[in-house]
């Protein structure tokens, strides 16, 4: 018996995004899964309704195409479909020497992590407004704390989810809806296979799926703003100094190098 509403998870089809289906199936959510891999997001919500005997679709979009919110609003009202809680999860990163990475991939990345992430918000919010209820999760990312060379698309991309999710959290004070930003560090998830190598996790602990999952929806249901899972992260994000902003980004360059020598290690700095 579903008596808390659908939640739209995006990226769905594996790591963090399947993990908030799983748990907030195991709340009583409803759930649409979003992503591009059709059997993974299948199989998930087999799984899903088996299990916890909720309602769950799929819709397959690619999110970096420039209409994915639109098609994906489409789909859900034509459904019949409404949207209580939106998880802007999906995302991937892009790492090494800025001028050595494919221009087209930065461009699907900041499709996918920024444009998606807006566009799908845009589409649910006002109707969680009217409702006065309902909210917008956003992952973003440690990353988006600092600084980061070698990763300066990624990690702007975050900064953006950061302080764009503070922002409407600011905004929307008193009416009803929640927005949060949850800033993961380094996750065991597909997501170093995609950028192409661990060294991209920085030395840091990798935390499970299910923590960071877990710690957001705590966060969530007592409306933080933003929530850092794990005390190293949280340290990090907070203790290290933000100026000045040059002495930073170069000693940030000298942290981040080792993930460009591997992925892009001919050229000299
Ligand atoms: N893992 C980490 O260390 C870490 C740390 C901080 C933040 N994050 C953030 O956590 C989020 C989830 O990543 P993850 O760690 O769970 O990695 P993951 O296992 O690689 O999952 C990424 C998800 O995003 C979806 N996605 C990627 N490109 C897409 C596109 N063009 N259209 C639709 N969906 C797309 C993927 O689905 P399809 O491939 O099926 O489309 C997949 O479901 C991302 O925003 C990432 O930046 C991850």
């Known amino acids: 018996m579903t008596t808390k509403g659908t939640a739209l998870v995006t990226g769905a089809s594996s790591g963090i995004g399947a993990e908030f289906a799983r748990q907030l199936a195991a709340q009583g959510h409803d759930l649409v ?18 299990r916890y005997d909720v309602r769950a679709d799929v819709i397959v979009q690619d999110l970096s195409a420039p209409d994915a919110a639109t098609r994906v609003a489409g789909e859900c009202a034509a459904r019949g479909i ?4 939106l998880v802007n999860n999906a995302g991937f990163g892009t790492a090494g020497q800025f001028a ?17 992430l807006v566009g799908l918000t845009h ?16 992952v973003g990312s440690t990353a988006g704390f600092n600084i980061t060379p070698y990763f300066a698309t990624y990690g702007a991309s975050k900064t953006f989810v950061l302080n764009f999710s503070l922002a409407l959290w600011s905004e929307l004070r008193g009416r009803g809806v929640k927005v949060l930003a949850v800033t993961p560090g380094p996750v065991e998830t597909a997501f170093f296979d995609r950028i192409g190598t661990r060294k991209a996790a920085i030395g840091a602990r990798i935390a499970t799926p299910e923590s960071v999952v877990a710690s957001a929806l705590r966060a969530y249901e007592s409306d933080r703003g933003y929530v850092v ?36 290690p001919s050229v000299a700095r």
């Open 100 to 116: 050595r990475i494919a221009p087209e991939r930065e461009h699907d990345e900041l499709m996918v992590n920024v444009v998606a």
């Open 229 to 264: 899972p794990g005390r190293g992260n949280l340290a990090m994000a907070h203790l290290m100094p933000r100026r000045p902003r040059k002495l930073i980004a170069l000693i940030g360059r000298l942290v981040t190098r080792q993930v460009a020598d591997e992925l892009t």
């Open 82 to 85: 409404t949207v209580e809680l």
């Open 33 to 50: 899964l979003v992503a591009r891999s059709a059997p993974a997001l299948e199989a998930l919500a087999d799984g899903l309704r088996a």
């Open 123 to 138: 589409a649910f919010l006002p109707g969680m407004l009217d409702r006065v209820a309902g909210g917008v999760i956003n």
